[in-house]
């Protein structure tokens, strides 16, 4: 099993500002996942951050707007850039660390809105 | 690219009665793996229940099973016995076989469950 603390839990930004989310796992794992949820939506993937190289992100997700930090095996950080409230969201990091069908585990998301 | 798809937005059962949630899929591959999650008000996501591909045998975790129909493409939930604490936003997931594609789920729209006392 995992463990992850993700801060912070909730934030309310000003438009065109930035703010990082962290995530913090109890055991080192090779990938890490984030992934938004917008306002009664489903998850969905921006990235999947490896330890030691870039981050790699899904469609309609740019590196300029949400930069990706993987310094080692149990911490990334995600940055939302240039705010805006269409950026209000949960944001949430998980992580799988076992075989490919066990569970994935998740931070309990932060609460993002963009005023 | 593997789609997920659940047709109920919201879902409503008495307290102590049964209720199936759907969910169906789309995928090329033969080999992968299913769950569902939960998400109530605390955001947390918690696994309920999986099911492997390979496996014919139905997945059952204590009050909640699954109906796996590799053929049709479809993996619905059933929740027997509801009790108020099984309300929660529901989320079917789907994750490839894949190691290139790292452990990455592909979520489905989610159903609102309300149990009523």
């Known amino acids: 099993s995992a463990v992850i603390s993700q801060k912070p839990s909730r934030d309310i930004c000003q438009r065109g500002t930035s703010l990082t989310i962290q995530c913090q796992v109890d055991?080192?794992?090779?990938?890490m996942f984030w992934y938004r949820q917008q306002p009664g939506q489903s998850l969905t993937l921006i990235a999947t951050a490896n330890q030691g190289s870039e981050a790699t992100y899904e469609s309609g997700f740019v590196i300029d707007k949400f930069p990706i930090s993987r310094p080692n095996l149990t911490f990334s950080t995600l940055t939302v850039s240039n705010m805006s409230p269409e950026d209000s969201s949960i944001y949430l990091c998980?992580?799988?660390?076992?075989?490919?069908?066990?569970?994935?585990?998740f931070g309990q998301g932060t609460r993002l809105t963009v005023v | 690219a593997q789609t997920v798809t659940q047709s109920q937005p919201e879902m409503s059962v008495q307290e102590a009665e049964t209720v199936t949630l759907s969910c169906t899929y789309d995928t090329s591959e033969s080999d992968y793996y299913l769950f569902w999650y939960k998400q109530p008000p605390s955001r947390q996501m918690i696994l309920v229940i999986r099911?492997?591909?390979?496996?014919?045998q139905n997945a059952t975790e204590n009050r909640f099973s699954v109906n796996f129909q590799k053929a049709a493409k479809s993996f619905s939930l059933k929740i027997s016995d509801s009790q108020l604490g099984d309300a929660a936003m529901y989320f079917c997931?789907?994750?490839?076989?894949?190691?290139?594609?790292?452990?990455?789920?592909?979520f489905g729209g989610g159903t609102r469950l309300m149990v009523k006392p």
């Open positions: 997931a789907y994750r490839g076989s894949d190691g290139n594609a790292g452990n990455m789920l592909t």
């Open positions: 998980s992580v799988a660390p076992g075989l490919i069908n066990t569970e994935a585990f």
């Open positions: 099911q492997e591909a390979y496996k014919q």
């Open positions: 055991s080192q794992v090779t990938m």
